[in-house]
């Protein structure tokens, strides 16, 4: 059912997982945590990053291999390797199995989530696919390296984004760091560290909000869509 109907189709988000991962096991992660009214309301596709991870993963013994990351830094996370191979990465996902709404991210998913759109505005990437319309932030940060970040958060990121800000989370500062660089955010907070968090009731209320928000602009979006298709059609009529 579309628009016709009133009802809007859920939004559909790209999930970036974090530093040596997996697709799967961030689909593990949010579908273990995130209640049933919040999962039946969005769509999410978990791709694997590029690369094999290149050294130990933090998530051994409790998640099972393989793990992957989206692109290699430096110790002060300041020179990035792979970093344009990542981005072209995404691009082809987005072109291959998008259209998506918005980008979910996690770590080093939530920092590429983050910088993404301020890179599409510039021109520095996604520049085949439609422009980022919604974020889903989850222990994020700012790039670290200098052209890079120049580029991502030269203008205020426009988009609507919820960020999870966790108390014991070693990113918080660096997530809120992040925030300041959003010109619309929703923050969520929580009692725990670097991880995906389970709901308390205030910021499960939050994310319905924050959801129902992204299907009105879909139904308003394809409302329009289908006016402009019937005035075609009667132009052509006529």
């Known amino acids: 059912m579309g628009s016709e109907a009133g009802i809007a189709r859920k939004p559909r988000f790209l999930g970036l997982h974090g530093f040596r991962t997996s697709g799967a096991i961030l689909k593990k992660q949010?579908?273990?945590?995130?209640?049933?009214?919040?999962?039946?309301?969005?769509?999410?596709?978990?791709?694997?990053?590029?690369?094999?991870?290149?050294?130990?993963?933090?998530?051994?013994?409790?998640?099972?291999?393989?793990?992957?990351?989206?692109?290699?830094?430096n110790k002060e996370f300041t020179t990035y390797t792979n970093f344009d191979e990542c981005l072209a990465y995404i691009e082809d996902i987005i072109i291959k199995q998008g259209p998506f709404d918005g980008l979910l991210g996690f770590s080093q998913g939530a920092i590429l989530s983050g910088g993404l759109p301020g890179l599409q505005a510039k021109g520095a990437a996604l520049t085949k696919v439609p422009r980022i319309k919604y974020l889903i932030i989850v222990g994020g940060a700012k790039f670290r390296n200098e052209s890079v970040a120049?580029?991502?958060?030269?203008?205020?990121?426009?988009?609507?984004?919820?960020?999870?800000?966790?108390?014991?989370?070693?990113?918080?500062?660096?997530?809120?760091?992040?925030?300041?660089s959003c010109a619309d955010p929703v923050v969520i907070q929580h009692p725990k560290g670097h991880t995906i968090p389970r709901f308390d009731e205030k910021g499960l209320e939050m994310m319905l909000s924050f959801l129902e928000r992204i299907q009105k602009d879909i139904l308003s979006e394809d409302q329009g869509k289908d006016l402009c298709h019937e005035e075609e059609e009667n132009a052509l009529e006529a």
Do not use: M, R
């Not at 969005?42 to 690369?51: E, G, L, Q």
């Open 30 to 73: 949010i579908e273990t945590k995130w209640p049933k009214s919040i999962l039946d309301k969005i769509d999410i596709v978990y791709p694997d990053a590029p690369f094999p991870a290149q050294g130990k993963s933090e998530v051994e013994g409790i998640f099972d291999p393989p793990y992957y990351e989206w692109f290699q830094f």
């Open 150 to 180: 120049e580029k991502a958060y030269s203008s205020p990121i426009q988009c609507p984004s919820v960020h999870f800000l966790g108390d014991n989370d070693f990113l918080k500062p660096y997530g809120l760091e992040l925030l300041e």
